[in-house]
């Protein structure tokens, strides 16, 4: 759907055209999975696939919501949000507690969320591992501030975003995605310290091309299966403070200290422990990997990453494997592995430019091949955070 089959969808819906459009990018990961919760620092991109927001202000203090692609329409009050249903009482749809976890959210914060009417759009595909709930969430949040007439920073923007995730929608999500999303800078990666929340840009060598595979499946333990890592990661944190009293997260650890006591860990949490100890250390190399724009040593670690979210960390499925062994023999891969939280979904492919077609097809025929399935594949780049059209 473009922008204008948007807008016109828009007035077909509300009777009167939109006063603005948001986008809402959605992220990929060069490398820090699963870390942001472990308060470790992360390193991704916003890309150019993105949400479309079209917005107009309400009558009253209702949102009224259109999901194009889902072709649904609810509508809730502003002022009962935690009770979580429509103007008719009934339950919200799933896909509605985004947008209101954020209303909500931003109400805790004391900021003003006036009625809204909404219709919207994602290139995103849904549950890939490319964030399309976070920019959602983003895209409303930017769509509250701009008719609220308030402002607050990018990070605070997606601070209450998480915050939305975490307690309304109730997924235990670290901040990366929102932050991606947000924060976004054309061209860069963005290295992001989950702890002291700083961050900074690290320039994608033109050269370079994001290339992003979907492997078509997914999985649903993907909210169970993240929240059960999660906890292993916390348990993991009591057992070694027995030895390690200083450690608040696992970010607290140092490799050699790991290599020290790991042996006392219970089985699962230990694993899980190592992948993300070792994780923080690969996304400090790939940073300076990336600056000094060290390709082959950048496309390691990448390896290493995926080999170690499907080995220790378990969250890969046997076709995103395909999709990243494959790649091994493919022309101009610097490095792949799977990108997000896992559990099915995408892999991110860097790939030299002007090799990237042969490499697009040459992935898609090995992989249908080996599984009988169409992988998307889409060229990307990296793109800016959330803003009105
Ligand atoms: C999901 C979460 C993020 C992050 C990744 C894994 O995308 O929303 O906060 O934990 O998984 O790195």
Redesign the pocket.
């Known amino acids: 759907m473009n922008l204008d089959q948007l807008q016109r969808a828009f007035e077909e819906t509300y009777r009167r055209p939109p006063q603005f459009i948001v986008r809402a990018p959605g992220r990929v ?1 060069i490398l ?6 472990n308060d470790g620092p ?1 390193l991704p991109a916003a890309i150019d696939q993105a949400v479309y927001i079209a917005v107009a202000p309400g009558q009253d203090d209702c949102v009224r919501l259109h999901a194009l692609d889902l072709n649904q329409q609810v509508a809730f009050r502003l002022d009962n949000l935690a009770q979580k249903r429509d103007v008719e009482g009934k339950p919200l749809p799933g896909w509605a507690l985004y947008p209101a976890g954020v209303a909500w959210a931003l109400q805790e914060a004391g900021l003003h969320t006036p009625g809204l009417l909404a219709a919207y759009t994602s290139e995103i595909p849904i549950g890939s ?1 490319l ?1 399309s709930s ?1 920019a959602v969430e983003v895209g409303f949040a930017f769509a509250w501030q701009t008719l609220g007439s308030w402002e607050i920073s990018r990070l605070a923007l997606a601070q209450r975003c998480q915050k939305a ?1 975490n307690q309304f929608v109730g ?1 235990s ?5 929102q932050f991606a999303c947000a924060c976004g800078v054309e061209g860069h990666a963005l290295y992001f310290d989950t702890r002291s929340l700083e961050w900074d840009i690290a320039p994608i060598p033109p050269e370079v091309a994001l290339v992003i595979a979907d492997s078509g499946v997914r999985r649903n333990l993907t909210h169970s299966g ?1 929240n059960e890592r999660r906890a292993s990661c916390e348990q993991a944190v009591r057992e070694l403070q027995q030895y390690l009293p200083h450690i608040r997260s696992l970010r607290d650890v140092k490799t050699t200290e790991f290599a020290a006591y790991s042996m006392f860990l219970s089985e699962i949490p230990r694993r899980r422990a190592e992948h993300v100890v070792k994780e923080i250390a690969r996304v400090h190399s790939a940073v300076s990997a990336l600056r000094r724009a060290d390709k082959q040593a950048l496309g390691a670690l990448m390896y290493a990453g995926h080999n170690s979210l499907r080995n220790l960390y378990e969250v890969s499925t046997p076709e995103l494997d395909i999709l990243v062994e494959l790649t091994r023999s493919l022309p101009g891969c610097i490095g792949a592995r799977l990108t ?2 896992g559990f099915g979904g995408c892999t991110l492919n860097l790939v030299e430019l002007d090799q990237a077609e042969a490499f697009i097809a040459g992935l898609q025929r090995g992989y249908a091949q080996a599984t009988g399935r169409q992988a998307k594949v889409y060229l990307c780049r990296a793109s800016q955070g959330v803003s009105l059209l």
């Open positions: 990961n820090g999975e699963h870390v942001d919760y992360v591992g964030s976070a995730e997924v999500c670290g901040l990366m995605d993240y997000g939280a």
